[in-house]
């Protein structure tokens, strides 16, 4: 259990730095960061520069997940929720609009595909945990 509690946590860890880099690169290049349209609408960019203030926080909480991941699992089931809503907004914008760029479509395989499996090993190192509990084993110290 130790091992693949440890794998976890790494890995939420890597992804997670995902949207906090890009959440933050939104926030300081605004929409021209994407590379669309020179001329961009100054209430567009805004709602960019919001959206992608709300993607590093994303990211952060689910880095808070990290140490004693184990007993996070409202947290990041709630954090897999948004991700995935984000996600079908994402898609429904793909059939009502056409095909976005690569990295669109990278990031909606993240948002749907890759959040809810860590979402699911997430549960089972949680319950896990539970079980070893119960069973009277000791919790092994959080990765700090």
């Not at 209430?43 to 993607?55: I, K, M």
């Not at 909480?61 to 409202?74: R, S």
């Not at 990295?103 to 089972?124: F, H, I, K, N, Y």
Request: charged fraction near 15%; charge should be positive.
């Amino acid at each position: 259990m130790q091992r693949e509690r440890r794998y976890l946590q790494r890995t939420v860890a890597l992804v997670a730095f995902l949207p906090v880099a890009a959440g933050l690169y939104g926030v300081l290049t605004g929409i021209d960061g994407i590379g669309t349209n020179p001329t961009v609408n100054v209430s567009a960019d805004s709602h960019f520069r919001y959206l992608s203030g709300l993607q590093t926080g994303i990211g952060l909480l689910f880095l808070t997940c990290v140490p004693g991941i184990e007993g996070k699992a409202t947290l990041f089931r709630f954090l897999t929720l948004v991700v995935v809503l984000g996600g079908l907004a994402r898609l429904l914008g793909l059939a009502l609009t056409g095909v976005p760029s690569l990295t669109m479509l990278v990031a909606l395989v993240l948002e749907l595909g890759l959040a809810p499996l860590l979402c699911l090993w997430q549960a089972r190192v949680a319950n896990r945990a539970r079980d070893a509990l119960r069973d009277g084993a000791p919790l092994p110290e959080p990765v700090r």
